[in-house]
């Protein structure tokens, strides 16, 4: 797959521009608007009724790159506002399905407001207000879903003292009655408030869940420039989990999308006996960090600017190439992880041309460490969807011993907005 001279697999496209990095106009005509009609990412939860306004005012301004945040957040504000004060007034009035629809609608305008991340004060605002939303609406759900705080305890004392995140176990869970459970590890722009959207859909096959960000971002405790803060935070969540009786320890596994893959790998060998299965969906674990790589993909397949977004991520703030000089010692094969003897079961799933992190880095982990295995989707590219889902959710139903079709599991993710 890596080609022999050190060209990347995609190498042919480094240095293009896509068009949605043109303006904001460009962004929502060529990339965005299809997803946010058909309610899937970055649109969970969302309407593209609400969007059309705020779509409206942002090409009216011309917003395009650099964006000032500031401006670019305060565009959203006024839908969000309207959607929280109609979900409060329909709870008030006792209508928990439509307050709970109005208010995870309100967290998907929050959510494109401080998108790809909180890097100014109004989107600061905006995650805190979005996740204030997206808390109330999930818990008026006919499955309801609760958020947990618990203590960091493996923390460093520079570290976060509390790891947040959502629990979600189906109606009938008792401690006589354990269910499988899947931890869900989100990604660069995609945090708990959104990746919320697949609790539904594992909860209707009995498998609960938890879901929470990753270092640098959300509400993650670790400190995103230490390389092994994530073992310390995965240590304390799983910590939890053991002692949490409606779980069966024995079916634990781990999904993670996107950026969080490179976390899921890692975790895969530092943890390899504390889960049953890993997926790493859509990651990276070496070539992403490489120079070339970075200094190019600011224009390629990502919304806005991949690269900057990723130094941010990693606790460099602004500071991109200083970023650049020092992310060797994230990568996975640099320091050692990826020849570690031992390795849970690991999936590695992609889309052959992703322009957000290469190919090339899971080719490069199946050739190291103990066996993993793999599947590359043709003619896709980042995260490989649609078909990678139901890849790795036969291959989760198959770790469970649970019976299904993953279509039927699909079909709860789209939003279908109903008020």
């Not at 790891?163 to 990604?187: A, Q």
């Amino acid at each position: 797959m890596a080609a022999p001279n050190g060209q990347f697999f995609v190498q042919d496209k480094l240095g293009s521009v896509a068009p949605h990095h043109e303006s904001f106009q460009q962004l929502w005509e060529t990339k965005w608007k299809q997803p946010c009609t058909m309610g899937v990412y970055p649109f969970m939860f969302g309407s593209v009724k609400d969007f059309e306004p705020v779509v409206e005012r942002l090409v009216k301004e011309g917003q395009k790159p650099p964006y000032d945040w500031d401006n670019y957040a305060q565009a959203f504000f006024p839908k969000a506002e309207e959607l929280v004060a109609a979900a409060e007034k329909a709870e008030q009035e006792g209508n928990k399905e439509k307050a709970s629809e109005l208010y995870l609608r309100g967290s998907a305008i929050y959510r494109i407001s401080r998108f790809p991340a909180p890097r100014s004060e109004k989107q600061r605002h905006a995650w805190t207000e979005g996740k204030n939303a997206a808390r109330k609406g999930l818990a008026l759900r006919e499955r309801p879903t609760q958020e947990v705080t618990i203590p960091h305890k493996h923390g460093l004392q520079n570290e976060g003292k509390e790891i947040p995140f959502y629990y979600h176990l189906p109606p009938g869970t008792t401690k006589d009655k354990p269910v499988p459970l899947m931890i869900i590890f989100t990604g660069l722009d995609g945090y708990r408030t959104e990746l919320a959207v697949w609790i539904e859909g594992w909860s209707q096959k009995g498998v609960g869940v938890v879901v929470l960000e990753i270092p640098g971002t959300g509400d993650s405790p670790a400190e995103p420039t230490d390389p092994t803060s994530p073992d310390r935070e995965w240590s304390s969540l799983l910590d939890w989990i053991d002692e949490q009786p409606e779980v069966d320890h024995k079916r634990v596994a781990v999904w993670a999308f996107s950026t969080g893959g490179y976390y899921a790998i890692r975790l895969a060998h530092t943890h390899a006996k504390r889960v049953a299965g890993v997926v790493a969906h859509g990651g990276g674990c070496h070539y992403m960090f490489d120079e070339r790589w970075l200094s190019s993909v600011n224009t390629l397949e990502y919304p806005f600017d991949l690269a900057n977004t990723l130094a941010y991520k990693w606790g460099y703030g602004n500071d991109l190439e200083k970023f650049k000089k020092e992310t060797s010692k994230f990568s996975l094969l640099n320091d050692g992880t990826l020849d570690k003897p031992e390795c849970a079961r690991l999936l590695l799933v992609n889309g052959v041309g992703d322009e957000i992190f290469p190919i090339d880095d899971y080719e490069l982990c199946l050739r190291h460490g103990a066996p993993k295995e793999a599947r590359f989707i043709e003619d896709r590219k980042h995260m490989g969807e649609p078909e990678s889902f139901f890849v790795i959710i036969k291959w989760i139903y198959n770790l469970f011993g649970i019976e299904g079709h993953p279509a039927d599991q699909m079909k709860t993710i789209p939003s279908r907005p109903k008020y």
